[in-house]
């Protein structure tokens, strides 16, 4: 089952900051929040991860709250090219490996 | 890199036939997984190896469905014999084992139409 929530879909206006929140309330400690998006057509694609501190790379920012029951994915220049379905992931430890556990993600569209 | 190849993009067949999907990962990862996509379920994780070893196939569907990976560089996911339903977007994403990022790159999909 999944472990995170997130809105169905979201609208957001080229050029402003899009901010994607995410419910994870039960997480666990050694739990990672990963974020993926993909595109129409296209396989998942690798956004930034994080455990408890806030993480920024070329991409995006992922701001996790001190609890960890929530994170928000911030791009923070939204381009039409960033109409995608994002999903936000909790990475669970299984014996030899890691397993993403995949909800149903938000649907970013992106306006002119 | 060319990323994880995966063949074919687009698969049409008839109820009842064999169908072989195919996967190259990305030289040097040690981790393959084969996803399954629909509308009704999203993505849903069907089997992983680890340095060519399945490791978790529960997610597997049914008997009719097998995956192999017979070196590190192939991997199969076979059908037989298909069914309409197994229609969907059939994914391979491939990782480093373990690691501190273990993020998983993925294909661009087989589309798979079972009439």
């Known amino acids: 089952d999944a472990k995170t929530t997130q809105p169905t879909s979201m609208d957001c206006a080229e050029g402003r900051a899009a901010n994607l929140p995410c419910n994870h309330s039960?997480?666990?400690?050694?739990?990672?929040v990963y974020w993926y998006r993909q595109i129409h057509s296209q396989g998942p694609q690798y956004i930034i991860h994080?455990?408890?501190?806030?993480e920024t790379n070329e991409m995006a920012s992922l701001i996790i709250t001190e609890d960890r029951k929530s994170s928000t994915l911030i791009l923070p220049h939204a381009t039409l090219r960033d109409t995608a379905v994002y999903y936000c992931?909790?990475?669970?430890?299984?014996?030899?490996?890691?397993?993403?556990?995949w909800g149903a993600g938000t649907k970013l569209i992106i306006k002119p | 890199d060319a990323g994880v190849i995966q063949s074919p993009r687009h698969e049409v067949t008839e109820m009842g036939q064999e169908v072989t999907l195919r996967c190259k990962p990305i030289?040097?990862?040690?981790?393959l997984f084969w996803y399954r996509q629909t509308m009704m379920r999203g993505l849903e994780l069907l089997i992983y190896?680890?340095?060519?070893?399945?490791?978790?196939d529960s997610g597997m569907p049914e008997d009719r469905f097998s995956a192999k990976m017979p070196n590190a560089s192939f991997s199969t996911l076979k059908i037989q014999p298909s069914e309409p339903r197994d229609s969907a977007v059939y994914f391979c994403?491939?990782?480093?084992?373990?690691?501190?990022?273990?993020?998983?790159?993925f294909g661009a999909g087989t589309r798979l139409s079972v009439l």
């Open positions: 994403a491939s990782s480093p084992l373990m690691g501190a990022k273990n993020i998983q790159y």
């Open positions: 030289s040097g990862h040690n981790s």
């Open positions: 190896f680890n340095n060519n070893v399945p490791i978790d």
């Open positions: 039960t997480i666990s400690g050694n739990e990672y």
């Open positions: 994080g455990l408890k501190n806030n």
């Open positions: 992931i909790v990475r669970v430890a299984l014996d030899s490996n890691y397993q993403l556990i």
